[in-house]
């Protein structure tokens, strides 16, 4: 394979700054060298973190984006400082993890993207959100997230 697929990349390979924001972040992207088949790409993110919008205390979240790739693929670092970019972001659970949904899919455009965002309680009260652009596609493995609700104490 080229090594031309990856002559656009800015960020891999060099030491590249946690973005300000999620706006400023660059998420990249690289042609799928296997777009004759589709598979399942998997992205765990087992501590996602944001601020609250009105009191600033920290949220976190495990993050788990599941994706068949298209013609692109994301760039990993790109994504790993893009969901870093949230680290000092206010949103409400259901923004943040709805953003990344959106910005993936306008990024990548895949065949088919999932998000599970699990997040920890706030004020007693876990979260969870979830999204997918449709249905999966026929004949792709595509496992089960596999994290258990939130269960405190009981």
Known sequence: MSDDIYKNLTQLGSHTP???SPEKAVLERVPNPKKDMDYNVRFTAPEFT??????????????MIDYVPGDWLVESKSLKLFLGSFRNHGAFHEDCTISIARRLVETIEPTWLRIG???YPRGGIPIDVFYQTGEPPKDVWIPEQGVAPYRGRG
């Open 18 to 20: 946690l973005p300000a």
């Open 50 to 63: 944001s601020l609250c919008p009105l009191t600033g205390a920290p949220d976190f979240a495990y993050l």
């Open 117 to 119: 965002g699990y997040w």
